[in-house]
C-alpha cells in the first residue's frame, strides 16, 4: 500500500521555523518528483514547491522555504524559516511519478501528482 505521511507540524510563533517531514512507503519515490502543497482555511490548495529526484528544488514560497529529500530514507523535508500567520494551513506532501517530464508549470498543479498525504497542520501565531 502506497503511503505518504507527512509530520512535523504543530504551533509556532510568527517569525519562528518548522521542519516537516514526508516519509514515503509502499513503493520506490527516489525517481519521483516530490511537492508539497498547502491549504488554508476558505481557500484552493496550492503549491509551496517541488524537488526534483536529483534533489533541484524547482521553487519555493518566497525564498523562505526550502526542500530536501533523503532517498536512501524514502523521505521528503520542507524546510520553513520566518514563518508568518499567513502561512498557517494544512500542508500536504506529494509524488508525481519519475520517468515523465514535467514543466515548472505543470507541477503547480495538483493533477501532476499520483499519490498524496493526508496533511499536517502548521499554525503560525502572531
Known amino acids: 500500500q502506497v503511503q505518504l505521511v507527512e509530520s512535523g507540524g504543530g504551533l509556532v510563533q510568527a517569525g519562528g521555523s518548522l521542519r516537516l517531514s514526508c516519509a514515503a512507503s509502499?513503493?520506490?519515490?527516489?525517481?519521483?518528483?516530490m511537492g508539497w502543497f498547502r491549504q488554508a482555511p476558505g481557500k484552493e490548495r496550492e503549491v509551496v514547491g517541488a524537488?526534483?529526484?536529483?534533489?533541484i528544488n524547482i521553487y519555493s514560497v518566497k525564498g523562505r522555504f526550502t526542500i530536501s529529500r533523503d532517498n536512501a530514507r524514502n523521505t521528503v523535508y520542507l524546510q520553513m524559516n520566518s514563518l508568518t500567520p499567513e502561512d498557517t494551513a494544512v500542508y500536504y506532501c506529494?509524488?508525481?511519478?519519475?520517468?515523465?517530464?514535467?514543466?515548472?508549470?505543470?507541477?503547480?498543479?495538483?493533477?501532476?501528482?499520483?499519490?498524496w498525504g493526508l496533511g499536517t497542520q502548521v499554525t503560525v501565531s502572531s
Open positions: 524537488i526534483s529526484w536529483s534533489g
Open positions: 509502499g513503493r520506490t519515490f527516489s525517481k519521483d518528483v
Open positions: 506529494a509524488a508525481a511519478p519519475g520517468g515523465l517530464s514535467y514543466s515548472p508549470d505543470r507541477l503547480e498543479t495538483m493533477s501532476a501528482y499520483r499519490y
